[in-house]
């Protein structure tokens, strides 16, 4: 690992000033990501900024019925809350998905969103990755790339993002507060926060420089089943190969309106507008749900190892539709 200086900030004013102060200064909170990174030098922070002392931490219900998460909220004690166990399955189920008990622990809510990929070849500073290194080429094309994207891709990176909450938020419509280091703020939709790859893979967001995540904001809680499912190598500690979150409200084998969200299978939470208004009034049959895993996966691309991600993404979805129109 490389030397770095550090400091903690106590306020949000400080931290702007900390992090624009310094040249490659990172914000740290959990570490979780971060640290890793750094060991391998895959990440060369010369400053780190700890916000662990903002006053970030807190779960606040929200004047329309919904809920505000602090950005430092830790991933266990979100999933704990009996507010979103009661109206918020899909994301409380999604959070204990991921990583260990130990990591949960430690990992933020705005550290889980801005976690960096998986992909073998990124963590390998040995071979050639257009993520880490603009322009050097994306060797997980033409190697070893089972666990890699399928949709959004391009000729320059596979990548996919590994954070089962960020799937969550997306199928629940989540906004990100944010502020800048000239004090000024902005709400982001969630679908609006990660990229695709395109030619610069090394962009994974849409935040400005020093920008910093303060809450996420879910509306109030959709009508409907809530369902996430996970298909992993193993059963736990373990990222997505496919997962579904989904929001299904049925009625005597009709579907009202359905939202689903896909993990394991983009550079961003992956979501199909066209799918979901396919099975809008549709029969809760095997026909609409194949209609539909069609119109999530049109225009994919596999690349060898990662092919079986297709009929897998099939198979999933029909599954948890099928799951939820039966408990409707």
Same mark, same amino acid.
């Given at each position: 690992?490389?030397?770095?200086? *550090?400091?903690?900030? +106590?306020?949000?004013?400080?931290?702007?000033?900390?992090?624009?102060?310094?040249?490659?200064?990172?914000?740290?909170?959990?570490?979780?990501?971060?640290?890793?990174?750094?060991?391998? #030098?895959? #990440?060369?922070?010369?400053?780190?900024?700890?916000?662990?002392?903002?006053?970030?931490?807190?779960?606040?219900?929200?004047?329309?019925?919904?809920?505000?998460?602090?950005?430092?909220?830790?991933?266990?004690?979100? &999933? =704990?809350?009996?507010?979103?166990?009661?109206?918020?399955?899909?994301?409380?189920?999604? $959070?204990?998905?991921?990583?260990?008990?130990?990591?949960?622990?430690?990992? @933020?809510?705005?550290?889980?969103?801005? /976690?960096? @990929?998986?992909?073998?070849?990124?963590?390998? +500073?040995? %071979?050639?990755?257009?993520?880490? #290194?603009?322009?050097?080429?994306?060797?997980?094309?033409?190697?070893?790339?089972?666990?890699? =994207?399928?949709?959004? +891709?391009?000729?320059?990176?596979?990548?996919?993002?590994?954070?089962?909450?960020?799937?969550?938020?997306?199928?629940?419509?989540?906004?990100?507060?944010?502020?800048?280091?000239?004090?000024?703020?902005?709400?982001?939709?969630?679908?609006?926060?990660?990229?695709?790859?395109? %030619?610069?893979?090394?962009?994974?967001?849409? $935040?400005?420089?020093?920008?910093?995540?303060?809450?996420?904001?879910?509306?109030?809680?959709?009508?409907?089943?809530?369902? *996430?499912?996970?298909?992993?190598?193993?059963?736990?500690?373990?990222?997505?190969?496919?997962?579904? &979150?989904?929001?299904?409200?049925?009625?005597?084998?009709?579907?009202? /309106?359905?939202?689903?969200?896909?993990?394991?299978?983009?550079?961003?939470?992956?979501?199909?507008?066209?799918?979901? /208004?396919?099975?809008?009034? &549709?029969? =809760?049959?095997?026909?609409?749900?194949?209609?539909?895993?069609?119109?999530?996966? &049109?225009?994919?691309?596999? *690349?060898?190892?990662?092919?079986?991600?297709?009929?897998?993404?099939?198979?999933?979805?029909?599954?948890?539709?099928? +799951?939820?129109?039966?408990?409707?």
């Amino acid at each position: 690992m490389k030397a770095f200086t *550090y400091e903690r900030p +106590t306020t949000l004013a400080d931290a702007a000033k900390a992090i624009m102060a310094k040249p490659n200064a990172k914000f740290i909170a959990g570490g979780t990501n971060l640290l890793d990174l750094m060991k391998l #030098e895959v #990440e060369t922070p010369t400053h780190l900024v700890d916000v662990n002392r903002l006053p970030l931490d807190k779960v606040e219900d929200t004047s329309d019925g919904g809920l505000k998460i602090g950005a430092l909220v830790r991933n266990s004690d979100l &999933a =704990a809350d009996p507010r979103v166990r009661k109206n918020y399955g899909v994301l409380s189920r999604a $959070l204990l998905a991921g990583a260990s008990g130990q990591l949960r622990n430690k990992a @933020t809510t705005a550290g889980n969103l801005l /976690q960096r @990929t998986r992909c073998y070849y990124f963590y390998d +500073t040995t %071979k050639p990755c257009n993520k880490r #290194e603009p322009g050097s080429g994306c060797s997980a094309i033409g190697g070893f790339n089972r666990i890699l =994207a399928i949709m959004g +891709t391009s000729d320059e990176c596979i990548a996919t993002h590994p954070s089962d909450m960020a799937v969550a938020m997306r199928v629940l419509d989540a906004t990100l507060e944010t502020v800048s280091p000239d004090g000024s703020d902005r709400k982001i939709p969630i679908a609006d926060l990660h990229r695709l790859p395109g %030619k610069t893979p090394n962009i994974e967001t849409n $935040l400005k420089p020093g920008e910093m995540i303060t809450a996420v904001t879910l509306p109030p809680p959709p009508k409907g089943v809530q369902i *996430y499912r996970k298909v992993r190598d193993r059963a736990s500690y373990a990222f997505a190969l496919v997962s579904v &979150a989904a929001v299904v409200d049925a009625e005597g084998g009709m579907i009202k /309106q359905a939202r689903m969200a896909f993990g394991g299978l983009a550079h961003k939470p992956w979501r199909v507008e066209k799918a979901e /208004q396919v099975l809008a009034g &549709a029969k =809760a049959n095997a026909e609409a749900f194949a209609q539909a895993g069609e119109d999530v996966l &049109a225009g994919g691309q596999g *690349y060898g190892h990662n092919d079986f991600k297709f009929p897998l993404v099939r198979r999933t979805l029909a599954s948890v539709l099928t +799951t939820a129109a039966h408990s409707a």
